[in-house]
Structure formats: C-alpha cells, structure tokens
C-alpha cells in the first residue's frame, strides 16, 4: 500500500485537546497543595507577600498570538462514507519539540489509503478523531531547537504517517525536502507518495534493466503515472497498462506500451498474445484473484510486487495485516512452486518504513535530480478546497481520476460556496429521484412476483382439478 514517511511525527491529539481547554479556561487556577506552616516573619515582608500576591505572575500571562492562532483541520470523526472526514477548526499554537518545523501548508495530497483510513482498513492512522493526510507542501513558519538545515520561508515537502489536511502542521525536519526551483506546491504534494512507492518497487525491489517488461495496474492513477514515467528513464522497457479506455489516450501519451481495457478485456489473454513468454515485473495494488493471475504472468526470475488491496473497497472489510497474513498462507502452500518456478514476491508499504529515513531520503534524492532534468513530472487531476474532501475521496474512490488529486488550504469564496451548497441540493434531488425509482421498481417487481406466484397457484389449481377430474373418469370407468 503506498502509505507515509517515518519515523511518523503525528500531532497527539490529547495535547491538542490539553491545548484547546486551555485556551478557553484562561483564568483557571492551579491546584493549591497542603504545605508545613511557615517560620514567623515580620509585617514588612508579610505586606510584600500580600502585594506580590495581588500582582499576577508575567511567567502565566500567555501571548496574545497563542489566544488568537487557530487553522482548519480535516478530522476523520469516525469510519464509514464520505460525511466522516469534518472540517474543523482548532485553536492554540502548536508547541514545537527540539528538531521540529511549523509549515503552513498549501496543498495536500489525497491518496488510496486515505480512502482506507476512512472505512477503518488502515491501521497505520490513528484511532478517530484525528487528522489524515500523509504529505503535503508548504513554507516553514517556525524552527524548534537544534534546527539548523531548515529556516523560516524554505519552502519544503512534507511526508508523514499522518495528520497533514490542516493548514499548519508541526512534523521532524526529517520529514520535510526543500524543493527545486520551479516546482509548483502542487507538484510538490503530489510527488512524495507516489514517486517514492514506484521508484522503491522498480529499482530496490524490481531492478529494473533495459529491455524489461512492466505490468502497472492502475496506470491512470497517481502511483500508475510515476511507475510509467521512471519505467522511461531506463532504455527499452515494455510497459503494460490497465485503465478504462477513456484514459488509454493519455497513459499512451505518458509512455504506456500497450493499454488494456480491463473492464471489456481478459488481460491477462491479452498480455499472452504480446508477451507469450510472459512479464520480468508485475506491479499489484489490486490483491485477491489479481494477484494470483500476475504471478502466474511472471517470467522465470520474474517479480511480483503487491502494495495494495484496492479491491478490498469493494469486498470484505479487513485490515492489511489480515490481507498480508492471508496473501502469506496462499503462497506459502505453494512454496515449491515458487522454487521451481524460479518467480518471486514481495510486499512493499511505504508506511512500515518507520526506522528507514535514510533509505526515503536517498529515493527522495534520486527522484528531485529526475524531476529537475525534466525526466518525470506529476500530473495533476483535480483541486478541490479542503470543504470539498467528500467530493474528492469519491472521485478517486470510483477511479475517475487521471492522476493525482490534491486538496488546497485556500478558503472557498462566498460564490463557490453558494454555487457547491446548489450543487449539493441538485445532487440531493437527484439522489431522492434515484431512490424513489428504485423504490419504485422494487415494488414493480415485488408485484410482478406475485403475480406470478397467482398464476403459479391458478396453474397449479388447475392441475389438481384436472387430476381430479381424471380420477373421478378412472372410478366411472371401473363401476361400468
């Protein structure tokens, strides 16, 4: 699954809350402890006592900013649909802990995980309420202590487990990459996931060499189009693509080989036909049978790559570690097979990668030099504004998209707000008019049900007079 950088530095949601209690109770005093009475003093100090007593402390005054600092949030409340991801605002200024950075962000990125999170298939976020969102871009507004290769104004990607659909967010400087000249915020939040999930499985896991050929599921997706690009960078590959046909146009364009409608065709018959020898990589984000049908695509010394479940929005509800003990126990029966097939499989998720920055830092490295010779470059799908996550989780969850879809921190104006509550009425209309028909077919069809239970009982009837009758003819027959 392509998942979130680590080690994870998350915004814990108890300080939060410790923090927003505050700022509303300002004037709660502190808890007074029992204490041995005190030595005899005279009535000049114990006048001073009493007026430095009436003088309140500078030390719990707190700063105007900290008072008035608040930012929106998008906040999973709960698991379930769309309505679940709330846009909220939090109040208090995030304390910055030693070697942490403040960015105020300017876009974030949506990926298939988030969809995950939301139905409670992900166990890399936290329990609700918190905040999604593993990478993001922005510019530093604050530097905790011992920060020294970062500075207010640098503007950085941001790659986290969790927590950065917010429009301020306090993560490790290790987590954050200064960005290129020329990238655009926008290009920034949609490269660290995806780019480093294909680069990983391509070159650590997959080696990929001239002359090889590729199967990338998915290659209108934002993971799909990266694996297309760098497949690119090396000479001769053979790239295979599934999608819709109303997107072969432009995964051919990105550098797809050979596009394959899955909805209309096998494609596994139809890679057979190009390729009989079969495929040196397979790329698989979908699990279940699929995976099954691209290991047996492989080429000897071939390598399947399994780094999703996306059927699984579709199917059972499970975790990924029961999808990855299930996948286990599959394959482990066929353990000789896999030895005499010469054929290997791997499990890559960017998100258990927490004790291995530096293995993130160098794809990191290798990916910004790509995108600086112009070799790769994210495409970007749709924005939509931080109001609108409901909208853009559908897009991407009914595979509508053609790479990445991002989200912008930039506040709706009051027209598009007015113009998105029409929207979402007409929708409402529309939604009732569907249901209403179904309503109405159901019950269409629960009476032609019984209609035909009627006639079954008329016929069957009419059968038993008939038998009747004929029984009745057989005793005449016998009397005379």
């Known amino acids: 699954m392509s998942g979130e950088d680590a080690p994870a530095q998350q915004q814990n949601a108890e300080e939060q809350k410790q923090q927003q209690q505050e700022t509303k109770t300002p004037a709660e005093s502190p808890k007074t402890e029992s204490k041995p009475d005190p030595p005899p003093t005279s009535a000049s100090t114990e006048a001073a006592a009493a007026a430095a007593a009436d003088t309140p402390a500078p030390a719990a005054e707190k700063a105007p900013e900290e008072d008035t ?145 590729v199967l990338v599921h998915m290659a209108a997706g934002g993971v799909g189009i990266a694996a297309t690009q760098l497949c690119k960078t090396v000479n001769d590959v053979t790239v295979f693509g599934t999608a819709s046909a109303s997107k072969h146009e432009v995964i051919s364009q990105g550098g797809v080989t050979h596009p394959i409608d899955y909805r209309t065709r096998d494609y596994v018959e139809e890679i057979r036909k190009i390729s009989p020898k079969g495929l040196d990589i397979v790329l698989d984000p979908l699990g279940g049978s699929d995976t099954h049908k691209g290991y047996n695509l492989l080429k000897p010394m071939g390598k399947l790559i399994s780094y999703g479940a996306a059927n699984m929005l579709a199917g059972q509800k499970k975790n990924l570690f029961a999808v990855a003990k299930t996948w286990y126990q599959q394959f482990s029966v066929h353990t000789l097979s896999l030895i005499q097939g010469n054929r290997s499989v791997c499990g890559f998720h960017l998100g258990y990668l927490d004790s291995e920055s530096e293995l993130i830092a160098q794809a990191m490295a290798v990916i910004m030099d790509l995108y600086k010779q112009g070799k790769i470059k994210p495409r970007i799908d749709s924005t939509y504004h931080l109001e609108q996550v409901g909208e853009a989780m559908r897009r991407m969850q009914e595979r509508h998209n053609i790479g990445k879809i991002i989200l912008t921190t930039e506040p709706m104006k009051e027209e598009e707000k007015k113009e998105e509550a029409k929207k979402d009425e007409e929708k409402k209309k529309d939604d009732k008019k569907k249901d209403d028909k179904k309503k109405e077919d159901k019950k269409k069809d629960e009476a032609k049900k019984e209609e035909k239970k009627d006639e079954k009982k008329k016929d069957e009837t009419k059968k038993d007079d008939k038998k009747a009758e004929e029984k009745k003819e057989e005793a005449k027959k016998e009397e005379n």
């Open 69 to 213: 600092f608040s930012y929106r949030a998008l906040v999973l409340t709960g698991y379930g649909g769309y309505d679940k991801v709330k846009l909220q605002v939090k109040k208090g200024k995030p304390v910055l802990k030693s070697g942490e950075v403040m960015v105020r962000v300017k876009i974030c990125g949506l990926n298939f995980a988030d969809l995950m999170a939301r139905q409670g298939l992900y166990d890399r976020l936290p329990s609700p309420p918190v905040s999604p969102g593993m990478e993001c871009s922005g510019i530093i507004e604050a530097v905790g202590e011992d920060v020294t290769d970062r500075k207010v104004g640098d503007k950085v990607l941001v790659l986290n487990r969790s927590g950065l659909w917010q429009e301020v967010v306090v993560v490790a400087t290790t987590n954050t990459f200064l960005m290129p000249e020329g990238m655009s915020f926008e290009e920034a939040a949609a490269l660290p996931v995806n780019y480093i999930t294909a680069y990983m499985m391509l070159f650590d896991f997959g080696h990929l060499r001239p002359n090889q050929s």
